[in-house]
């Protein structure tokens, strides 16, 4: 009975409430695939044997990151792979590194920024058999991803001087908080909390605010509330139950988003999924690429195989998500084989291969 209501309470989490409509479950589907960098091959490599195991019908069409940048871009990532999400409309990223400070756009920018990928979605809930600190997490982090701090307009005003413009839009904000609403209200969410410092940052975060609240009075069913980033920060330190849905501009996004996979085990466990306007989805790990350990098989899978999970919900592929999803989660709960940052010996292709002795 407890597995059951896990994993009806999972499946909400990791479902996205606009699947994109298919006839049915035996038609092939072609989904862009980046196995990115470090141990992304490795751990791409889980996926598509667990999909083969359990007979999905999805046909991968792969694109690689290059070695040079492409102008079109601005980045290690060719048009031609972007053109490939495009047209296939889903698609799932491994780890992608960026060199730092060597004056071309960030591989994951790049990706938000040409594919309008509007809203990251992190589900962070407690693994069952897998003991953190904290039980019974059940979070949903809506972060927007295309401005705030990362909109990449920086300068140097005069020497020793610089400035980094913090865009914030009224567009981008009612499409977020339009998405985070509309996720609670479709998951059966009760509250939505918006984050924010418009206390110092009056203009910015208040015109956020401002249209988190317009969106708040078309779902009077759904408790709305607004939380200052640094109370926030406590408060899910304390107690993360005291949260449900919650929404916030870029930064926070990617700091409140990292703490909350913290309480429950680290981003090795977390899924992730991006939502584009007109129904693109790309499901992503979002934990580092892990140069260390790459190609030594000791990487965990976990995190892509349970986006992988994501994207098949948002397919309306419910039946196949249903059966990796278990497999994977019984996996981990048996604690027979589990890899190293879980506290096991086991190696990827044994972990790998547990799972889909489970399907």
């Given amino acids: 009975m407890a597995t059951q209501l896990l994993r009806r309470r999972v499946t909400q989490i990791l479902s996205h409430g606009s699947p994109r409509p298919f006839s049915s479950a035996t038609d092939t589907i072609r989904a862009t695939l980046f196995p990115g960098d470090g141990i992304g091959p490795e751990i791409a490599e889980s996926v598509k044997q667990v999909f083969r195991t359990a007979e999905v019908p999805i046909e991968w069409e792969e694109h690689y990151v290059g070695d040079q940048v492409d102008p079109r871009t601005q980045s290690f990532l060719t048009w031609e792979s972007l053109e490939s999400v495009r047209r296939n409309r889903v698609g799932l990223k491994g780890p992608m590194a960026t060199p730092i400070g060597k004056g071309h756009r960030s591989l994951n920018l790049t990706l938000r920024k040409e594919l309008n990928l509007y809203a990251n979605v992190r589900p962070c809930y407690s693994l069952p058999g897998y003991k953190t600190r904290y039980d019974d997490v059940n979070l949903i982090t809506i972060r927007e991803n295309t401005e705030g701090e ?65 969106v708040a009075e078309k779902y009077p069913e759904i408790t709305y509330e607004e939380v200052v980033i640094d109370n926030c920060c406590m408060m899910l330190v304390k107690n993360p139950a005291l949260f449900d849905v919650l929404v916030m501009p870029n930064l926070y996004g990617d700091i409140i988003s990292d703490l909350c996979a913290g309480l429950i085990g680290g981003l090795g466990l977390t899924p992730s999924c991006n939502i584009g306007e007109g129904g693109i989805a790309l499901a992503e790990a979002v934990h580092g690429s892990a140069p260390d350990i790459a190609g030594k098989n000791m990487a965990n899978p976990t995190a892509l195989l349970l986006s992988s999970v994501s994207m098949l919900r948002h397919l309306n592929l419910h039946d196949k998500a249903d059966r990796i999803q278990d497999a994977i989660l019984n996996t981990i709960a048996e604690g027979k084989y589990r890899t190293a940052d879980l506290g096991g010996t086991s190696t990827t292709t044994d972990f790998t291969k547990a799972i889909c002795d489970h399907l």
Wanted: aromatic share 8%.
């Fill in 150 to 214: 990362y909109s990449g307009l920086e300068h140097q005003v005069v020497r020793g001087v610089v400035e980094s413009l913090k865009i914030i839009t009224r567009q981008a904000s009612l499409r977020v908080a339009e998405y985070a609403f509309h996720y609670a209200k479709t998951h059966g969410r009760e509250r939505v909390s918006a984050i924010h410092k418009a206390n110092i940052m009056q203009k910015t975060d208040g015109l956020f605010l401002k249209c988190c609240r317009e």
